[in-house]
C-alpha cells in the first residue's frame, strides 16, 4: 500500500474486512463532523441572555425539555462512546462471529448518523 509499516498496521488488526473498515471510519467521521459542528455553531448553543437551550421538540406541543447549554455536549460523547464499545467488542468477537462484528459496526455508524442528525436538528431548533 503506502508504508511498509502501514501495511503490517493493517494486515495486523482487524481492519483487513472492508465493510467492517469503512463502517468502523464512516462512523469515526461522523463523530469528528459532529464535535465540528458544534464547535463552530457553539455561538448558537451558549446564549447570552439564559443558560438554557431547548434539548427537546415535539411538533404539537412544542418545547418539552429545556437543560443548560453545556449539555448539549453529551450528544457528540455519546456518538464517540458508542463508536469506541461497538468497535471493542467487534474486534473482540471479528474472528469468531464475522456478520456479528459488522452488524456492530453498522450499529456504530447508523448510532453516529442519527446523533449528527438530531444535533443538526437542535441547532435549527435553538437558532
Avoid at 458544534?38 to 429545556?66: A, C, Q, W
Amino acid at each position: 500500500m503506502l508504508h511498509p509499516s502501514l501495511d503490517a498496521l493493517y494486515t495486523k488488526f482487524f481492519f483487513r474486512d472492508r465493510p467492517f473498515f469503512l463502517f468502523i471510519a464512516g462512523a469515526g467521521g461522523l463523530s469528528i463532523l459532529s464535535w465540528l459542528f458544534l464547535i463552530i455553531n457553539l455561538d448558537t448553543f451558549r446564549p447570552s441572555d439564559t443558560e438554557y437551550i431547548t434539548l427537546h421538540y415535539k411538533m404539537i406541543v412544542g418545547t418539552d425539555f429545556i437543560a443548560r447549554w453545556e449539555s448539549i455536549f453529551l450528544i457528540p460523547a455519546l456518538a464517540v462512546f458508542i463508536v469506541v464499545c461497538n468497535t471493542a467488542l467487534a474486534r473482540g468477537m471479528i474472528h469468531a462471529h464475522k456478520p456479528l462484528a459488522r452488524a456492530l459496526s453498522c450499529a456504530a455508524l447508523i448510532t453516529s448518523a442519527v446523533l449528527y442528525m438530531s444535533l443538526t436538528l437542535l441547532y435549527r431548533i435553538n437558532q
